[in-house]
């Protein structure tokens, strides 16, 4: 069974610090995450996506991947009330297009 | 932009009744996919679709069935609707190409009592 895991939280961070979300996958053979957030009672919004190891970054946010570790990190810099959300990791596990979504981490930022 | 939408944001239906969730994209996208969101599980994947008239199960497809005749269409189909079927519904579509992101319709929270 493919699974992908994320801690749910909840992550408390003061407003303006660096908010850490991490996830781990268990399909060697993966090869695109995703990051969406998602507001209470709404539905999710993708974020950020990535496909190399390294870190991508788009404005405040920073992804970070690590296939050898089997790893997929999220970082949220000067994090905003507005920040506070679910984070769902999602990845690409086979030669289908299904993603598998992490069960997500809750951050509240703190003003 | 991306826009999916669904019919209905909030639906309450009767157990043993035939419940049809529609899904419309405008991005001439090939694939689209149905989930379920439930606390504590997050998102289910219960059918998707390649192209018109292609469907494949997802992992929880018992209790449903699906129809896309048109391309900008995906309907779930909850043949006899079951309080264990209370849930958040979220259509998705994917952009075509080799990006694999996925586009969420606003869901539909249906209750049935």
């Known amino acids: 069974q493919k699974e992908v895991e994320q801690n749910s939280g909840p992550l408390s961070v003061p407003e303006g610090a660096i908010a850490s979300l991490n996830c781990t996958y268990s399909d060697r053979g993966s090869q695109s995450f995703f990051w969406y957030r998602q507001y209470s009672g709404k539905s999710p919004e993708l974020i950020m996506s990535i496909y190399s190891n390294g870190d991508k970054e788009d404005g405040r946010f920073t992804a970070q991947l690590n296939k050898a570790s089997q790893y997929v990190s999220l970082l949220i810099r000067d994090s905003q009330p507005s920040d506070s959300a679910t984070y769902l990791c999602a990845v690409k596990v086979d030669s289908s297009y299904k993603l598998i979504f992490g069960s997500g981490t809750r951050l509240l930022v703190r003003p | 932009d991306v826009k999916v939408t669904q019919s209905s944001r909030y639906l309450v239906k009767r157990t043993g009744e035939k419940v049809f969730l529609e899904c419309v994209q405008d991005?001439?996208?090939?694939?689209m996919f149905w989930y379920r969101q439930d606390p504590g599980l997050g998102l289910r994947l219960i059918y998707f679709?390649?192209?018109?008239?292609?469907?494949e199960k997802g992992d929880i497809p018992e209790g449903y069935s699906v129809s896309r005749e048109k391309k900008e269409r995906f309907s779930l189909i909850l043949e006899s609707a079951s309080t264990n079927q209370t849930s958040m519904y979220l259509c998705?579509?994917?952009?075509?190409?080799?990006?694999?992101?996925?586009?969420f319709g606003p869901g539909t929270r249906l209750t049935v009592t």
């Open positions: 679709s390649y192209d018109v008239k292609m469907k």
């Open positions: 991005m001439d996208h090939e694939n």
């Open positions: 998705a579509s994917r952009r075509p190409g080799q990006s694999y992101e996925q586009y």
